[in-house]
């Protein structure tokens, strides 16, 4: 099996899939936010516990200052991971155009998930009991999935099991655009 690669914006579905793809077919989740995790830990104790609404700004911030290193930390982490594991690995916190041809070129499928903004923040905040900063939107991480070339998944009007279903056939090759 493929190593899978999903992208898109905050409430589109990445998180359900993955789940589901390692509870039914045996992937392994990989964050790439993991390293931007333990800086942000050491950098902002202070947001141990914090609400990801109030997170996800540090997040980015972090995230935007480890991309700029050569190489990418983020992906560097990532590709050890893909090199060292027996499994599949699903990675769902895709945020940039970078990183997606960097998923193509590990040989992964590149997935990108979209939902209408009318669901994606009902799913915000059925998740997170609150919506982000409107900054968080603006951020230009969050709006380079816009432009990644792969399957397109539109989850708007599905169910989280039509949503699951319909990526574990793009990823078998059965669905392709």
Known sequence: MRHVFLIGPMGAGKTTVAKYLCQ????????????????????????????????????????????????NPLLFHAEQVLKSVQTPVVIDDGRTAEEAVWADRQGCSVIVLTASEFVRRRRILQRDGELPDARTNEDETEQQWRCVRGVVIDTSDMSEDEMCERVWQAIQGRDIG
């Open 24 to 71: 039914q077919h045996g992937y392994v989740r990989y964050s790439l936010a993991s390293p931007v995790q333990a800086v942000l830990e050491i950098a902002a104790p202070w947001l141990t516990g914090a609400s990801k609404a109030v997170k996800r700004p540090y997040m980015q911030k972090v995230g935007r200052f480890l991309r700029q290193f050569q190489p």
